[in-house]
């Protein structure tokens, strides 16, 4: 596997610090003095024309000086001489670099200039850069200290990467005094090159890093984060805090689904989304962290809470419910076995109360009881120093208790001086404690959210037929139109028009332009019907005295159009109005007003909504948020987080829950599909227990919005890639189609596999393998598209659909190279569909940008050799394996 293209930043050999000096204060003095202290085992060298030595050591004028080249430069010098750095390094073979500017402020207006010119020499050279204006980067487990932080980090388990200086010195004072070492701190600074989403993608697989902490300011590329985000919180826990949750100088949004839906609900959906978890608090970041350090994890979400009184029980009990967790109940023999450790007048049930005169025994003997129950997944302890208190004794009882249990245990010792020493025992012993009952459960709460989110990364969609393609083409004759007319948002009638292409039920309407037309429209529709303004300047109708509802006559309809036209025309120019709308009313017996909708965020793209609906909607606030694209499952998921799903029984199965999943699913296309898209907003949508229909939507068009690319530039997650779907026809005559496997594939895969001869597994996979596990069908069958990608070869049958075979790659860390698996089903051997699928495979990462295409093969696979062979690849031996060949070949066309 190639190293990571980070790797000269965390595993250097030499480093050159560019402006370390002996000045006292000075930044290059600070930063070569960490380096020296560190206890890095590699070469430090210090680079200065207007020194001979610094420290003692030798001194070049330049990094062209240096042979061989540094592996990792950090730069300190005045922000002027940054282009003219990085030009000299880039010439030298420099890749990696670390800014740390010793004055930023230095050339005043000419600053941004001056970056701009710097990052397009790195950009030049290949070199890829940390900061500016940061901390620096430190690297435990190797002793690199590349920072002018005080701190001395000791080793651990955490990687702690911030935009914050501030945060990061605040965030190392604390775990010095707490004793939480970590693998890796970056205090990012402003993202220029290096991001968090190539950060995490390095994180991910670092075998050093077992949990990841973030406080984020601001994301970049969206799409980077979200994918070095998915990948890091599929294999360790990642929590994330964003400071800047509000946006006071926010614009009045266009819609209601606009006024619902902020930045910050879209950068919580995308943390869900990926599986991480977010606290809010910087308290409840620290928190986490100490929980994680412990290396405990929650399997539920029943708590147990045993104290020495009741008060400190029942506020722990009140936050549990607070934060979603459940108060564990416990089995009858836990609670005779407690009742018999306490007076009478003892609390046996949960919280159990060990009272005031509790000793470090019955904590230990309570404790122990609480975990030998199956009905409890961890257990909060505290203690309040009262007279009969040892505090001491009673750590060290629970902290024995909780040794060697794969339970949560958490302590937690109230009050101040006369708990000092056993909260600093629990710390030296690395026993998670907490100052307060609302940080020891927002890390149980983190925990559970953690557990949470990976079971809903393991949820598999079902497969299911698929729904009527949508007419794509129709929507886009219609923004189109409104596009050439200049119109900022579609009228309510071509809103429905592209609705209705993406097949989402909406309720018929006609738009007329004079009294006597409305009135025939009443009479065609027989039923009691609304009549409404129709006009692309009025978003909201109502508000304007543009709507009347329950017309049961033509003549009514008649009266209600020249109402309506003569109250509207007081306040809008005549050439704004376009006559209005006629449409039934919908009103069955139990119908209740949903909404869904769609705001562009600036970040994330677009984001999906869902909540009550109506005129009272943004009073209402309620709302469910998801990035799209959808699967059924991630919009079940959506229907069953906001309170009118609740309402509505959208918990369990149903027919109305089968057609708003597919509703948010269809919306979810549409907003993929038609980038020219910002917002919709479809409220209200009327639904009772089988059936829904939109009553009313309002479309806004995105200034410039570019044309359809099949990359999704406008999506935060890559869409499923439609455009790589090929027939193909073998040299027999069998048609076949080659596509990209989605989500819903899992038990085409299962049964793919399962068809396979346990020879061609082997080959397959390199070890015996019988089944595939439900973590391993997602890993095949949710990939990342940006990222990877599995195409599959299918045959549709009356019966069934046929999986052939199944070719991926997945970049490697290089970021220019990718590695390839590929197997055929062993009835379709030798009849050429592995070549079309390798074939197709090199076209679409060739299409990425990709270098290379590298794998392994048995050296027995004489069959998968010979089709190497046949496409050009070339073969190597593995020295320390024959039994492997190395096959690669360069992916530019010949």
Known sequence: MASHYLQHFFAPSRIAVIGASERPGAVGTRVFANLLDGGFKGDVVPINPNRETVAGHACPDSVRDMSPPPDLVVICVAARHLPGVLEDCGRVGVHAALIIAASLMDVGRNLKRIEQRALEAARRHEIRVIGPDWVGLMRPPVGLNASFSKHRVTQGQIALVSQSGAVTSSALDWAADRGIGFSTVVSLGDTRDVDFGDLLDFLATD??????????EAVGDARRFLSGLRAAARLKPVIVMKAGRHDPGASAARSHTGRLVGRDDAFTAAVDRAGAVRVREIGQLFSVAELLASGQRLSGDRIAVLGNGGGPGIIATDLLQDRGLRLATLAADSERALASLMPPCGESGNPVNLLGDADAARYRRALSLCLADDGVDGVLTLLSPQVMTDPVASANAVREAADGQRKPVLACWLGGGSIRTARKTLTEQRFPNFATPENAVEALSALARYRDSQQRLLQVPAAGERAQEPDVSAARRIIAEAQRRGQPRLTPMQSKR??????LPVIPTVVVRSAEAAAEAAAEFDSPVAVKINSVAIAHKADVGGVRLNITTPSAAAQAYEDIVATVTARYEPALLDGCSVEPMHAPQNGREIMLGAVRDPVFGPVLSFGA????????????????PLNDFLARDMLQRSRVGAFLGLDAPSALRGQLEQALLRLSDLVCLLPEICDVDVNPVIVDADSLVAVDARIHLCAGAPRTDPTYPH???????????????????????VRPIRPEDAELEQRFFADLSPRSRYFRFMEHIQALSTTALVRFTQID??????????RETPVQIEALGVARYIINPDGVSCEFALAVADAWHGRGVGRRLMERLMETARSRGLAEIKGEVLANNQAMLGLMTRLGFNRKRDPEDLAITHVSRPLAEP
């Open 785 to 794: 598209y940006d990222r990877e990608m599995a195409l599959v070869a299918v």
């Open 715 to 737: 999506m935060a997650i890559m869409p499923y890639p439609a455009h790589l779907a090929r027939h193909e026809t073998l040299a027999d005559g069998e048609q076949i189609l």
């Open 613 to 628: 609906g109506g005129s009272m909607v943004e009073m209402i606030q309620d709302r469910a948020c998801g990035l799209p």
């Open 498 to 503: 592209v609705l209705a292409a993406f097949r």
């Open 207 to 216: 075998p050093t890093t077992r949990s990841i902490l973030l406080f984020i």
